[in-house]
């Protein structure tokens, strides 16, 4: 397993961006595929975004097409959420988590390392 943290949260307006990183502890972080979830307050853990080992292949949920890039780079063992067009319905906390198994649509429990998780409040 990898150890993960996240940083990268704050409070944005509504519209803004916010770049959300996690840092990875292990040497073979190259062989994990990595996701972004999001959860709400009294609501479940939600898929937000992943990417496959390489980077090479991602795939996000509708609520961030268009808007949330996720990103890897695997010299400095850390994968990256961009995220512009923020709206309130986006605040959440924001984990990130890795995986060995890549299958679609993904999973919460297929992701066997999580962070701590990171806090966003998008504000109207």
């Known amino acids: 397993q990898v150890q993960l943290v996240e940083s990268g949260g704050g409070e944005v307006q509504a519209g803004g961006s916010l770049r959300l990183s996690c840092a990875a502890s292990g040497r073979t972080f190259s062989r994990y595929s990595m996701g972004w979830f999001r959860q709400a307050p009294g609501k479940e853990r939600e898929f937000v975004a992943v990417?496959?080992?390489?980077?090479?292949?991602?795939y996000y949920a509708d609520s961030a097409k268009g808007r949330f890039t996720i990103s890897r780079d695997n010299a400095k063992n850390t994968v990256y959420l961009q995220m512009n067009s923020l709206k309130p319905e986006d605040t959440a906390v924001y984990y990130c988590?890795?995986?060995?198994?890549?299958?679609?649509?993904?999973?919460?429990?297929?992701?066997?390392?999580w962070g701590q998780g990171t806090q966003v409040t998008v504000s109207s």
């Open positions: 990417s496959t080992w390489s980077g090479s292949s991602t």
């Open positions: 988590a890795a995986t060995t198994t890549f299958r679609l649509p993904p999973i919460v429990r297929d992701f066997g390392s």
